[in-house]
C-alpha cells in the first residue's frame, strides 16, 4: 500500500512539474536568469536546486553519496535543465517502478554533502522528496503570477480527479 502510495505521489510530482514548466517555458532568458528575493535567488537557480535534490535523493538510494551538487551555471537555460531532470524522472520511474512495502521499511544509509553519516526509511527519503518538490513549486508560482505566466492550479486532487 505504502508503495503504490508512494508511485502515485512521484507522478503527481511530474503532473505538477510539466504544468509549471509549460509558464517557465513562456519566460524571457531575462526573467528566468534575473535576481530575485527568493530561495536560491532566481528561477534558474531554483529549479537547478530542485532536480539536484531529486537527483542526489535518488543516488543515495542507490548506495552511494554524492559531497557535490550540481551548479547552476552548468546549465546555460531551462532546456538544459529540462533535459537533464528529465533522466532524473526517469530513473525514478524506473527504480519506483519495482518498489514493494517491505523495501519503504528499509533503512538508507548515506552521507551528507558534508560527509555526516545518516540514516532514513526509505519511506521517508520518498515523502521527504516530495515535499521539497512541493515547498520549491509553491515559492515558484506567486513568481510566475506576477510575471504573467501563472500556473494552473496544482492540487493533489486536481491530479486524482484527472483534470489535465
Known sequence: MIADHMRRLFSYNNWAWQHVYKSIEQLSSVDYHAS????????????????AAEQIWYVRCQGESPTILPDPAEFPDFAAVNQTWSSVRHSWANYLQWLSDDDCKRMIEYRNTAGAPSALHLSDILQHVMNHATEHRSQLTPV?????VPTRPLDYAYYRAGRT
Not at 530575485?36 to 532536480?51: D, N
Not at 510566475?144 to 504573467?148: A, D, H, P, Q, T
Open 36 to 51: 530575485r528575493p527568493i530561495f536560491h535567488h532566481s528561477i534558474h537557480s531554483l529549479l537547478v536546486h530542485s532536480f
Open 144 to 148: 510566475l503570477v506576477e510575471l504573467g
